[in-house]
């Protein structure tokens, strides 16, 4: 017998209950429901809409069930509607007329509103700590590889040189927007919904600021249509989830490829390491490929709410109730992936010496050597060009700019020195970009002491 049995008879065909039942998915709310429920008891009691007695059966028998539910004394039953349907009628089992009390003046439509806003704010805190956990690993690993030598690429072409420090430190820099964003979407999701009603708010005389306060909100929504029909805060949510994943599946990308023996920039720990089954010399990054794959998925997620709700006419569609499968997976999904790359990065052996010599086969200290001529007095548009004709002159013998002899060197101009071998050593190359957010040694070690500043006070 359903909850709205009155109208239909309310027994109804399983087919429907099949596609009409969301408590497979939405039990997960079970603290929130019973939470917003309990705020909104306190406030019908404060109003007088319930008596003392009432609101302390309520809040007593809500609190019952909540400790029982964590104890594993009392099991979900699963072929109820939906989650605030399973409370009820438990709560109405075990307290009687007064539990038929607690839905005055509420609809499952401001109720579920409610119950999402607050699932989301918990899980917003938690996904922002594995991200901040992560940032911190990339600061770790970043200070002991200061003086480490890689190029840099564009176009996936060797290009300047960095080091690994500054590399990392790129996608602690992403994270760290990724932290404000979600910090953002919190603040909006902290808007109460409740009080709404089904669609036009309520005629009893509710103190929606009190159960706001109770709960923690900043605020209450100002129109009731759009209260109980707003679902941007979990669209911004999966916006934010899908920017993040795209930053991590563009890490795992690069992993990818360090752990490749045309690399070998990197190994990870075997036991962050797979296997083939026939291939036995074979050590897969399966973490990284799937955190790449796996960001797909949240995509979609952000589709599928973007999609659901984009014909929705004011207030209320069940369609919305789509909503939930999407958020959930999206959230997992980050969840897992930020809790896999970071003990993965911690435990990964970079291979300095290979990122030294995949740094000195590629002419990527041309540029430097362009800026020594023009230290010397010629215009760069001239050493730009001497330079790429020395880089030929080079390939065409099979050397490097730090094997050209110096007589060579002269040949093409007479401003070049002994200096100029130093001038263009990887480490001088890297360690005269010393502007903030360069990748000088000493550069990135503020940005590291900036980042992990920001961490402690996000
Ligand atoms: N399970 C529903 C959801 O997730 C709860 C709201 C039901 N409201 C209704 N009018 N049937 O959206």
């Not at 291939?279 to 797909?296: A, F, W, Y």
């Amino acid at each position: 017998m359903k909850l709205w049995a009155g109208r239909t008879g309310g027994d109804v065909d399983e087919r429907l209950s099949a596609i009409n039942n969301s408590i497979g998915f939405d039990s997960r709310m079970y603290k929130q429901d019973i939470t917003g429920s309990i705020a909104h008891a306190k406030m019908l009691g404060k109003i007088g809409v319930i008596t003392e007695d009432e609101k302390n059966q309520i809040v007593e028998g809500l609190n019952g069930i909540l400790a029982d539910i964590e104890r594993g004394a009392l099991e979900i039953d699963m072929t109820c509607e939906d989650i605030h349907t399973f409370v009820e009628a438990t709560l109405t089992e075990r307290i009687g007329t007064a539990g038929k009390k607690l839905h005055t003046a509420r609809s499952r439509n401001d109720q579920v509103a409610l119950d999402i806003r607050m699932y989301l704010a918990d899980q917003i805190e938690h996904v922002i700590a594995l991200a901040k956990d992560l940032t911190a690993a990339f600061c770790e690993v970043a200070e002991q590889h200061l003086e480490t030598v890689m190029p840099g690429y564009t176009h996936l072409q060797r290009a300047q040189p960095v080091t690994l420090a500054h590399y990392l430190m790129a996608y602690a820099q992403m994270l760290l927007r990724d932290i404000e964003r979600l910090g953002d979407c919190k603040r909006r999701t902290l808007v109460l919904p409740l009080g709404s009603g089904a669609l036009a708010g309520t005629t009893y005389p509710l103190d929606r600021e009190y159960v706001a306060e109770q709960l923690g909100f900043n605020g209450i929504s100002l129109n009731s249509l759009d209260g109980v029909s707003d679902r941007d805060f979990a669209l911004e949510l999966l916006s934010d989830l899908s920017i993040m994943m795209m930053h991590l599946s563009r890490f795992s990308e690069e992993i990818c490829l360090w752990c490749s023996w045309e690399f070998k920039f990197v190994t990870l720990a075997d036991n962050f390491s797979t296997g083939s089954s026939i291939m036995p010399q074979k050590k897969n990054p399966d973490i990284t490929e799937l955190v790449r794959g796996k960001t797909g998925r949240v995509f979609g997620d952000l589709t599928t709410l973007l999609t659901a709700m984009k014909a929705l006419p004011l207030a209320y569609n069940k369609d919305m109730q789509e909503d939930k499968e999407a958020l959930f997976d999206a959230i997992d999904t980050a969840d897992l992936s930020l809790s896999v790359l970071a003990p993965m990065l911690r435990t990964a052996n970079f291979h300095p010496a290979n990122m030294k010599k995949a740094a000195a086969g590629g002419f990527i200290n041309a540029t430097d050597c362009a800026d020594y001529m023009v230290r010397k007095g010629v215009p760069f548009r001239d050493a730009y060009r001497v330079t790429g004709q020395r880089v030929k002159y080079c390939i065409d013998r099979g050397l490097t700019l730090d094997e050209l002899p110096l007589t060579d060197y002269r040949e093409f101009s007479l401003v070049f020195d002994e200096d100029v071998y130093d001038a263009i050593d990887l480490l001088t190359c890297v360690s005269q970009r010393s502007l903030p957010g360069g990748p000088a040694p000493s550069a990135v070690k503020a940005t590291i002491d900036a980042t992990r500043a920001k961490i402690a006070e996000a």
